[in-house]
């Protein structure tokens, strides 16, 4: 029970950033190019542990039942799109 609620943590904060990243504006990408916005700053420690994650995820021999939950599969799915929009 814990697992879910702490995946479901981890999606709506994947979510969240993604969506910060999605709608930036002028000022936003001023201050990405500066190295000064404050999520991306965030997620330059964030990015090794999600790459982490996903390494170890795809070499689990039950891959295709987990991607079946739907928490675990938009936890993959949230990943891969910051992942997507950091690089």
């Known amino acids: 029970m814990l697992d879910n609620q702490i995946n479901e943590l981890k999606t709506k ?7 910060a990243l999605k709608r930036k504006d ?3 990408q001023m201050l990405i190019n500066a190295g000064q916005h404050q999520i991306v700053a965030g997620l330059v420690t964030l ?3 999600l790459i982490q994650s996903l390494i170890i995820f795809g ?3 039950d891959l295709e039942q987990l991607l079946d939950e739907e928490r ?8 891969l799109e910051a992942l997507n929009l950091t690089t």
């Open 47 to 49: 990015i090794p542990l």
């Open 59 to 61: 070499q689990r021999t």
């Open 72 to 79: 675990i599969s938009n936890f993959v799915i949230e990943t």
């Open 13 to 19: 904060s994947l979510e969240c950033i993604n969506f």
């Open 26 to 28: 002028k000022k936003c």
